[in-house]
């Protein structure tokens, strides 16, 4: 099984700061099979990057995604109110088909 | 744009059954996609559960393999998820999603399933 390690754990930023998430595979992942989500208390989780770059439909080009080897980083350019939440990473691969990171709160400092 | 809606009991006692139904609406479920379950327990992270095509074809998360049965209705557009033997444990926040393949582009907004007696 492939894991997914984020870190940090927590975020705490300002509006307008850059944030900079992070997600490790302990095996290679193809750039294709990595997908970051947010989430916000109550709703269900939103599709943001696929492909490890691409923007989902509707996305803000605030917001991009990058990979380098095993090494996967989701940047928000300048942080709005409405980005404070949950972010998660996953992944398409071996049994389990489908696995996410433990999850990085971005709070608002 | 297709939409995802679940339903099903909130409460279910332990050692029974929990039985949900996601309903696809907007679109086909005999599209190209693959329909999914994923979980959320009380604060913590996501979990998937399963995936089903519209030809019946499925794959699960080895950990649940030997509880979980999803099932394909094309005559209603729908989908469901068995779940037998519950605990505690499997007390979560239960969406269904689309993949596209190897990502979620669209999810239902989740209905919370209580293991309880």
């Known amino acids: 099984e492939i894991v997914l390690t984020q870190s940090p754990g927590t975020l705490s930023l300002s509006p307008g700061e850059r944030a900079t998430l992070s997600c490790r595979a302990s095996q290679s992942v193809s750039s294709s099979y990595l997908a970051w989500y947010q989430q916000k208390p109550g709703q269900a989780p939103r599709l943001l990057i696929y492909?490890?770059?691409s923007r989902a439909t509707g996305i803000p080009d605030r917001f991009s995604g990058s990979a380098s080897g095993t090494d996967f980083t989701l940047t928000i350019s300048r942080l709005e109110p409405e980005d404070f939440a949950m972010y998660y990473c996953q992944q398409y691969g071996p049994s389990p088909l489908y696995t996410f990171g433990q999850g990085t709160k971005l709070e608002i400092k | 744009q297709v939409q995802l809606q679940e339903s099903g009991p909130g409460l279910v006692k332990p050692s029974g059954t929990l039985s949900l139904t996601c309903a696809v609406s907007g679109g086909s479920i005999s599209s190209t996609n693959w329909w999914s379950w994923v979980r959320q327990p009380p604060g913590t992270g996501l979990e998937w559960i399963g995936e089903?095509?519209?030809?019946?074809?499925?794959n699960y998360n080895p950990s649940l393999k030997s509880r979980v049965t999803i099932s394909v209705d094309k005559s209603k557009n729908q989908f469901s998820l068995k779940l037998n033997s519950v605990t505690a444990a499997d007390t979560a926040v239960y969406y269904c999603a689309t993949n596209v393949p190897y990502y979620m582009d669209v999810w239902g907004k989740g209905t919370t399933v209580t293991v309880s007696s």
């Open positions: 492909g490890a770059s």
């Open positions: 089903i095509y519209h030809s019946g074809s499925t």
